[in-house]
Every structure is written in C-alpha cells, then in structure tokens.
Nanobody, 128 residues
Framework: QVQLVESGGGLVQPGQSLRLSCADS????????IVWFHQGPGKEREGVTC????????YYTNSVKGRFIISRDNNNNTVFLQMNSLKPEDTGTYYC?????????????????????WGKGTLVIVSS
C-alpha cells in the first residue's frame, strides 16, 4: 500500500531555499508518477511540478520554472522538491501526490488532478 509522507516545510525568508521530501513508506515510488501540489491561503490546490516514473521526465508550471527542481531517489523511495529563490506567494501547504503508470503528457497529467495517492502535506511559510 502506498503511503506518502511529506517533510521539510518550515518558515524561511524571501530569497531563501527549502528542500521538501516525499517518502513512500508502504511500497515503491519507482512505478509512480509524482506531482507536487501547492495550496496557498484561501486558494485552490494546484499542481506546480511533476516527474514521470519511466524516464524521469519533468514538467514545471511557469510559476516555479527556473526556481524549483523536482528529482527522485528510487533507491530510497523518495522524491524531492528543491525550492530556491522563494517568494511570499510560495507560502502554503505542499502536497505530494502519485499515480500509477507513465503519463505520456506531463502537463495534462498535472492539470488533471487524477491522482491515486495523496500525502497529508507540509507547510511552507515565506515571510520576512
């Protein structure tokens, strides 16, 4: 059974960095495509980046492109989200979600919200 657990959130100042982790304690992330979602205060949850299971291909929305990096460590069943040059608008809860298989179009996959598994989230606050 897949159980996703996020960690690494916290309070940082604008311009600083954080690295979030998404670990699967129940199964393996190797066969799963992973999405990081962001939900800002009073806003809807939206996907910001994803990584494919088969070839490790990635996709970023314009809001995080060039600042965030998603990666996976299959040996340790962990997916990371390196968040650089953080802005106040990056504040919110970050959720790790996963789906079985290898989507052929990562942008459509991210926008579909069609996930099989969800973590409970980790809170990031960017404030001076």
């Amino acid at each position: 059974q897949v159980q996703l657990v996020e960690s690494g959130g916290g309070l940082v100042q604008p311009g600083q960095s954080l690295r979030l982790s998404c670990a699967d304690s129940g199964f393996t992330l190797l066969s799963l495509a992973i999405v990081w979602f962001h939900q800002g205060p009073g806003k809807e949850r939206e996907g910001v980046t994803c990584i494919n299971s088969r070839d490790g291909g990635t996709y970023y929305t314009n809001s995080v492109k060039g600042r965030f990096i998603i990666s996976r460590d299959n040996n340790n069943n962990t997916v990371f989200l390196q968040m650089n040059s953080l802005k106040p608008e990056d504040t919110g809860t970050y959720y790790c979600a996963a789906a079985d298989g290898s989507p052929s179009n990562l942008r459509l996959f991210l926008e579909s919200y069609d996930m099989d598994y969800w973590g409970k989230g980790t809170l990031v606050i960017v404030s001076s």
